[in-house]
């Protein structure tokens, strides 16, 4: 027998109250204070269905732990969706109502220490899982509340492993050795989705073990295989607005722990003007991700960033032009594989502004072509061998 809904919202309800927890014999008395008599069965079932209420991500858990999944996005009651490497799937999960939804939402969100109501209606939230939270409650989102999940990654991608699963060609691997040898400031850049930080950490466990590296994060998802990384982690306002810690103010803090290598895990703010002065100050090696469409658009959007930060625009692209010298691009292709499609150089023309200048692209084959770019790229990282 099914305990009908309104019932097993009351039994949700008082043991909220209560502050109890949902075992056997608790469900079983308040069932009977509801003069409800049902079977060990239904009894077990409604246990079950309140702890999942009430522990971990309730009936979004089973699917966290897919192992290739690395997003579950809810919108309202009727629709979950997992993103993994076959891309976006509807799943059979459903949640009873919106109230459900929302519930679940406000104890995520609770959990990473934030607040979530019709006064704050929106949250963006590490939990102690690692996992990112996002989430957005109804009226203001359509067609239910919103969430977003994203999952960290479990483990590292070696450069070997990329080149088995797509992302690159043998050739192109070599050229990432070399970049990464060659100590010269990078950004890896793309889409979201698109592997910019799979690649990235990939590239940092072919760091020296010589080397330290420091990393910040506005939320650790950056997990190189290497024995020297220490991170730090940005953080959002709590509950009664205060104690925010922001990213450039972590960029500065990392200066002073003797970095071989300062990296920002995703560049997307004021903290651009500190890292650009940073490897304009003798921090070889620094490197970071930066969402853009294409190699091309990215001098437009670190200027952007920069000039929102209060650095003026002639200001920005001399420091651009002197501390980041290549641009790695990804993207994720129709059938769901991720690629590195495009090598570029930035250059500074006689306006003074930069440029991104093709280098090498890449075909959904992996298949390279050479643009203007390629004679410059070799000047800066050295000789890597045939790319073809």
Sequence with gaps: MTVPTHIAERIRRKLSEASADPTAQTVAALLREESELLGDGAV????????????????????LALPDVTDVLV???GEVYVDGSGGLELTSVRFANDESVRRLAQRLATQGGRRLDDARPFVDVRLPDGTRL????????????????????????????LVECGTLSNEAAQLMRALVDSRAAFLVTGGTGSGKTTLLAALL????VRERMVIVEDATELRPEHPHVVGLEGRSTNAEGAGAIELRDLVRQALRMRPDRL???EVRGAEVVDLLAALNTGHEGGCGTLHANSAADVPARIEALGTSAGLPRPAVHSQLASAIRIIVHVRRGRDQVRRLEEIAVLRCDDSGLVRAVPAIGFDERTRASFGEG???LEQVIGPFGSVS
């Design 75 to 77: 919108n309202g009651p």
């Design 44 to 63: 077990l079932d409604l246990v079950d269905e309140l702890r999942r209420d009430t522990v971990g991500a309730g009936p979004l858990d089973e699917l």
């Design 374 to 376: 390629f004679a410059e």
């Design 205 to 208: 466990g072919l760091v020296s």
């Design 263 to 265: 990296i920002v895990g």
């Design 134 to 161: 996002h989430a957005v409650l109804s009226p203001i989102a359509r067609p239910g509340t919103l969430i977003s999940l994203r999952v960290p990654a479990r483990t590292a991608y070696s450069l070997g492993q």
